[in-house]
């Protein structure tokens, strides 16, 4: 077991706060970034969260790191990326607000963050803004711990993976907070192909999976996932791969081998094979958790499979068009 994997034990020793900032995060999570934080890191790389948010999640990290023995607050750093506004395409929450909504004159929850995150903007860095536009490309620190909470588009994504997954060295920890996201299949195969060089540091804790890097990536892997160089079907079976190593997550809630069946689903629909694609998803149907949870999904690829031409009407649009 990873030094990581022994976290797990300590979740009942974590008492966080009860006036916490609004999260997006399960109390499950945040502990775990508590843990990882108290436990785990030592500031001698660089610590980073994408996609603070409000701030929950950055708060228990943070409240970890400052009641960690060997993380100097003087010298560590804690960077937090995010737009810290509302608006079209930032998925940004109007909770993020402390009055719980957006004034009138302002869309930026800059302040509001930096209030609740006082007692740690000593060793907090904030990054506010476009994560194409305040990460440095140039930068080749490497990376101690990254929680990403960020990749919600390809686009998002591919830039998490140029700036940041490229600096991870072993014993680099990364938390997937997204992971039980079906529609964020990038996240699923990436990890598939990291899989020879990670170990996973045991069942998602909720909807977030754990890794630490163990051996050296090659460059050639990350140019790869960075270029998002794979067919579909070697798409599909870096997901299976996932799927080989993780089963329900560690509170019984999620069952991740569905949840990554319908991913797959996604990696043909993003494709524009929604016949492929619908054929995935539509036996997972009777999957009581994704039934529950998911219907918008399967009302998305359903509906993209009925506007697709029939082989027989694309024959006879090619005929008639000839
Ligand atoms: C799910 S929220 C983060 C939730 C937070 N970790 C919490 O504890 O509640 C995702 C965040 O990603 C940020 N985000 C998404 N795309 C971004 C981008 N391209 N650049 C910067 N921030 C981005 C949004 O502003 C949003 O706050």
């Known amino acids: ?15 966080l706060p009860e006036n916490l900032p609004y999260t997006q995060c399960s109390t499950w999570e945040l502990q775990f970034l508590y843990l990882v934080g108290r436990h785990h890191l030592t500031g001698q790389g660089q610590i980073v969260e994408l996609g603070s948010g409000g701030g929950g999640s950055t708060y228990a990290l943070a409240l970890g790191l ?9 010298k560590g750093r804690l960077h937090a990326y995010d737009f ?20 009138a004159d302002d869309d930026s929850f800059l302040d509001d963050f930096k209030r609740r995150l006082g007692p740690f903007l000593p060793f907090l860095e904030i990054h506010a803004g476009d ?5 440095d ?13 960020i990749a919600k588009t390809a686009r998002v994504f591919r830039c998490v993976s140029e700036r940041f997954l490229s600096r991870m060295q072993v014993g680099t ?8 996201g079906p529609r964020l299949p990038w996240l699923h195969h990436s990890t598939g192909a990291l899989l020879p060089y990670i170990e996973i540091a045991g069942p998602p804790i909720r909807s977030t999976l754990a890794f630490e890097v163990t051996k050296p990536v090659p460059a050639d892997v990350l140019k790869r996932i960075t270029e998002d160089d794979y067919t579909v079907d070697e798409k599909l079976a870096l997901i299976s791969a996932v799927q080989d190593r993780i089963d329900r997550d560690h509170t019984d809630g999620i069952p991740f081998k569905s949840v ?21 998803a539509k036996p997972l149907q009777s999957d009581e958790y994704l ?3 998911r219907a918008d999904h399967f009302e998305q690829l359903r509906k993209a499979y009925d506007k697709e031409p029939s082989f027989l009407n694309k024959l006879v649009r090619k005929t008639v068009g000839r």
């Not at 400052?66 to 003087?74: K, N």
Request: glycine share 6%; charged share 25%; net charge negative.
């Open 1 to 15: 077991m990873t030094k990581l994997g022994r976290l797990y034990s300590l979740f009942d020793s974590v008492e």
């Open 66 to 74: 400052s009641e960690s023995p060997v993380f100097d607050a003087r």
């Open 84 to 103: 810290f506004r509302v608006g079209k395409g930032t998925f940004a929450s109007e909770k993020f607000f402390d009055s719980g909504h957006k004034p």
């Open 131 to 135: 994560l194409w536009q305040t990460s």
């Open 137 to 149: 490309p140039e930068d080749t620190t490497p990376v101690e711990f990254l929680h990403i909470d």
């Open 173 to 180: 920890v990364v938390l997937h907070q997204d992971f039980a």
């Open 260 to 280: 990554l069946e319908l991913s797959k689903a996604y990696v043909a629909h993003y494709d524009g094979q929604h016949r492929r694609a619908w054929s995935i």
């Open 291 to 293: 039934s529950r949870t």
